[in-house]
């Protein structure tokens, strides 16, 4: 293999033409022959760059609405030809074969097409076909080609073509390659993901994901452990689409917190009043509505005020400076939310660590999607949880009705519940959680918790006993045993919302009416894991 290639062929053929005139007008000034199709072509032209068209070349036109068009021989032969093999460099002679030294090839936005909900037969007419096979074609041939297929790696290009005189490197080519077949695996991993989805296909044989690389981190969950951040192309808002105005880079355990934050305060539509959500840990310490957003975030850090430290907050509307005021009093590690106004900013600004950031509006959360996590030896996937209940969902169960004001809290649990790890039990009381048990073996234990973490707080506030009393409570998962729901009403607990389906609903539908307790049925459980 040779260690240095000078680049006197290239073929340009790109959909996306940003920086196409600067790197075509770079390659131009070394003496570089242009080879190009169609519209990339075109652009090179009116640039004032000489091309020659790729069909001049194979002596065939553009045909079948550009769908044959570098499927040949004299393309795929100047690919592939090893230089240094005397077979290889004859047939090149007998056929007319030129080399091609530098491939730039960027792909049929197939992904934005699916985006932006287009039909069936115009998504497969965006499936690029003679791209992914050039760049097969030439990423295999490293040893000689240069393959480029991110217009971001342009500016490197140049730079390798100036440091060397015209030619590329070894490393430098072999690097593009394992660049070039991640973008044709990507590219085959969305459309095969798409097609799934559209002939209804839910478990295929064969299932890819891909991500494009976000920022690496400095290390994993822990420090011995490296990390990286990957975005997956779906622009779903959140994390990973947000804009982080200050702040420190954010951690692993940083992302995925304010991931789990920002889903969880997305479940409460601005319309219907403010709400904020703290995360610690990836379960939440409070969550509320208020009456502004101050409001909420005072509602949601009494919940729990030694586990907000340190922790993540959301917000599911605009920060203003009252609020940012507020937030700043303790330590907080990230602020994620729609967005910011300027005195808010200026706030957060005197504390350089803290990390802002704004989320391109809330995500849909009864959006379907896939959600997947790794297990030795696999993948578990399944669909994102975006199972939502309303009033006419719901049973009651107990000779008692809940009333409208503990239904509205009821219903507010139950949004809660499905962002806690389970067993979970939420206490809420007037549009606020007021006591979270997360993540126990027993379900028993984290209604226990829960309370005792009320109980706690209600002395810490100076209040004469613990909001559980009159609260409403939620089960994530069905209560096996009336030993849980008594729990909650050792707690106070006055209305309890819960799936249903055990085998002894009965024995806990007497429980609750023995204690007076109002209870309903979802129907619906909301297991995490």
Not at 7 to 31: F, P, Y
Not at 304 to 314: K, P
């Amino acid at each position: 293999m040779t260690h240095s290639t000078p680049v006197h062929r290239a073929l340009i053929s790109v959909s996306d033409k940003t920086g196409l005139t600067e790197l075509a007008q770079a390659l131009d000034a070394r003496g570089v022959q242009i080879l190009s199709t169609g519209g990339s072509a075109k652009a090179l032209r009116d640039a004032g760059i000489a091309v020659t068209d790729v069909a001049d070349v194979t002596g065939f036109p553009e045909m079948m609405d550009g769908r044959v068009k570098t499927l040949h021989p004299k393309v795929h032969g100047g690919l592939l030809a090893l230089r240094d093999n005397d077979q290889h460099v004859a047939s090149m002679v007998e056929h007319g074969i030129l080399g091609i030294d530098l491939l730039v090839v960027n792909l049929y936005p197939f992904e934005a097409t699916v985006a932006r909900g287009a039909d069936y037969d115009t998504c497969i007419e965006n499936i690029d076909i003679g791209g992914p096979a050039m760049i097969r074609a030439a990423a295999k041939n490293h040893a000689f080609v240069t393959t480029v297929v991110d217009v971001e790696d342009y500016p490197a290009l140049i730079a390798e073509l100036n440091a060397n005189d015209g030619a590329t490197t070894l490393p430098f080519r072999r690097k593009m390659a394992q660049i070039a077949y991640a973008r044709t695996g990507a590219y085959d991993a969305a459309v095969s993901t798409w097609m799934a989805g559209a002939i209804g296909e839910t478990t295929p044989r064969r299932r890819v994901f891909a991500g494009t690389l976000s920022q690496t981190l400095r290390y994993g969950e822990n420090p011995h452990q490296a990390a990286a951040f990957y975005t997956d192309g779906s622009n779903r808002p959140g994390v990973a689409a947000a804009t982080q105005l200050q702040g420190k880079e954010l951690s692993y355990n940083n992302i995925n917190d304010t991931d789990a934050a920002f889903e969880l305060v997305s479940e409460f539509d601005p319309a219907d009043g403010f709400a904020c959500a703290i995360i610690k840990h990836a379960n939440p310490s409070g969550v509320a509505r208020g009456a502004s957003l101050k409001d909420a975030y005072q509602k949601a850090f009494d919940c729990d005020r030694t586990s907000a430290f340190g922790g993540i907050v959301a917000l599911n509307a605009a920060l203003d400076a009252e609020t940012a005021e507020a937030i700043t009093e303790i330590f907080t590690e990230v602020v994620i939310a729609p967005a910011a106004d300027q005195a808010a900013r200026d706030i957060f600004a005197k504390k350089k660590n803290l990390r802002l950031l704004l989320a391109p509006g809330l995500a849909d959360t009864a959006q379907p999607g896939l959600a997947w996590r790794q297990v030795s030896g696999g993948l578990l996937v399944q669909d994102r949880d975006n199972g939502t209940i309303g009033l006419d969902d719901l049973t009651v169960v107990t000779k008692k009705a809940p009333s409208a004001a503990q239904m509205a809290d009821l219903l507010f649990a139950w949004k809660v519940a499905k962002h806690v790890k389970s067993n979970a039990i939420v206490y809420v009381k007037d549009g606020a959680t007021v006591g979270v048990g997360a993540g126990q073996m027993s379900r028993v234990d984290s209604a226990l918790i829960a309370a005792k973490k009320a109980e706690r707080m209600a002395e810490a506030l100076g209040l004469p006993q613990p909001l559980t009393i009159g609260s409403a409570v939620a089960s994530d998962a069905f209560f096996p045993f009336p030993d849980g729901l008594m729990e909650a009403a050792a707690a106070g607990a006055s209305c309890v919302i819960q799936p249903g389906g055990s085998m002894r609903d009965d024995e806990v539908i007497a429980a609750a009416d023995a204690a007076g307790l109002a209870m309903v049925f979802t129907g619906m459980r909301h297991f995490r894991h």
